[in-house]
C-alpha cells in the first residue's frame, strides 16, 4: 500500500511538473508571437546595413516587431544557434552560406522550409544551398581579392602571384573559424591547390599583414590604406562608386577561377515564433525587401526581378569553380 502511495505521489509530481514545463513553453511563445528574434551579423544588422529597414517594414506589413542578435558573422550564427540547440531562443539564421551548408545540415539546427514565393529566385542559388530549402537565399557574390589602384605595386593576377616578395604584409585576410569572407578564401585556395593546400599557405604567409576576426575589421583596415590588398566580393567596388568615391578599387579577375557565396536564411528548428520565422522568410525574398539589398548589402539580390543600380553596372563576371 505504501509503494503504490509512494508511486501515486510520484505520479501526481510528474504531471505537474510536465504542466509547469508545457505552461511555460506556451508563455514564452505567447510572449513572442509579436517578436521575431534574428541571428545574424553587423554589416546586415547595422545601421548601414539592410536589416533596419527590412525590419521596419516587415513590421508594417505584419506586425510583427524584429530584434536583431549581432553574432559577429556567418560561422559565428551557426556556432551560437548550435550552442543553444537544446533550448532555441532565436527563430531564424540569416547569414549562413554554402560554404557552411554542411555544417548546418549536420547540426540540425535548421528545419527546412520552402516558401511560398520561392519561384522568385534565381535559378541554381538554391542548388548552391544544397537544393533542399534548408537554406533560402537572399544574396549572392563571387569573392575577390580588391585592390587599391592608387597603391604603388602592381596588381596580382593569380592566387599564385600574391605569394611574390613585391606584395609582402601587402594581404588583408579573414579568419576562416569566425568570419564567412575568411571562410571563402579558405575554399578558393581548396578549390585551385587541391592537396598542396598547405604549401601555398605556408608560402603566402609572409604577404599576410594581418587576419581579421571578420569582414567589417578587415575591410575597414584595406579602406583606412593599411594594406593594398583584402579578401572581400566582386561586389564591393559598387559601393565606392555609389558613393563618388571613385573606382581606385577594383575587383580583380584572377585566372584561376573565382569561388561563389551564396548567404541563406534559415529556420530554426523548435524556433520560438516559427510561424513569424515563415513570414519574415518569405519577405526577406520579396522584391520589396530585395530592392534594399544590392545599396545597402552591396551584394547581387536573389529575386530574379529586381532591377541593379547603376553602380553595379562595371562590376566582373569571374569564372566561378566551386561546385557548391
Known sequence: MEKKSCFFKFFIFSLLVCSVLCSCKKSVNSARKNELVVYTYDSFSGEWGPGPEIARLFKEKTGITVTYTDCGDGVQILSKAILEKNAPYADVLVGVDNNL????????????????NANVIKDNLVDSLGGNWLLTPYDYSPFAIIYNSLSDIEPPECLEDLTKDIYKKKLILMDPRTSTPGLGFDTWVHEVYGDKYDDYMARLTPSILTTAPGWSVGYGMFTDGEAPLVISYVTSPAYHIEYGEGDQFKALEFTDGHVMQVEG???????????GAKKFIEFLISEEAQNIIPLTQWMYPSNKDVKLPDSYSTLINPKIINSK
Open 101 to 116: 551548408y554542411e555544417r548546418a545540415r549536420e547540426s540540425g539546427v535548421i528545419e527546412v522550409y520552402k516558401p511560398s
Open 265 to 275: 536564411a534559415g529556420l530554426v528548428k523548435g524556433a520560438p515564433n516559427a510561424s
